[in-house]
């Protein structure tokens, strides 16, 4: 089992920045991959990105490449979502996930891939 708590969600104007956390336990946390995905109201479930288990890979949807930057901290069982140049399309509601069976494939967008997950955290990008 694998048990994951998101934080940093918030309100921030366009143009801002946040960074989400996922603090993981259970499972050794260097034995798999971590996803991002988010889900505005309305819309489904959307891959944001990804990181192997190591952190030496990252794979990232087209519509924040360049603007989001996932890490991770296997000392501290963290990953993280760096997140600049806000824009209101991006207020959703944010999930950390777990994969346990594909921890060294870089490219795994299927949400169903990822067995483990977050409760989200609530981000608001105001305009």
């Known amino acids: 089992q694998v048990q994951l708590v998101e934080s940093g969600g918030g309100l921030v104007q366009a143009g801002g920045s946040l960074r989400l956390s996922c603090a993981a336990s259970g499972r050794p946390f260097s034995r798999y991959a971590m996803g991002w995905f988010r889900q505005a109201p309305g819309k489904e479930r959307e891959f944001v990105g990804r990181?192997?288990?190591?952190?030496?890979?990252?794979y990232y949807a087209d519509s924040v490449k360049g603007r989001f930057t996932i890490s991770r901290d296997n000392a501290k069982n963290t990953v993280y979502l760096q997140m600049n140049s806000l824009k209101p399309e991006d207020t959703a509601v944010y999930y950390c996930a777990a994969d346990i069976r594909g921890p060294y494939i870089v490219v795994v967008v299927t949400a169903g891939a990822y067995e483990y997950w977050g409760q989200g955290t609530q981000v608001t990008v105001s305009s």
């Open positions: 990181i192997t288990w190591s952190g030496g890979s990252t």
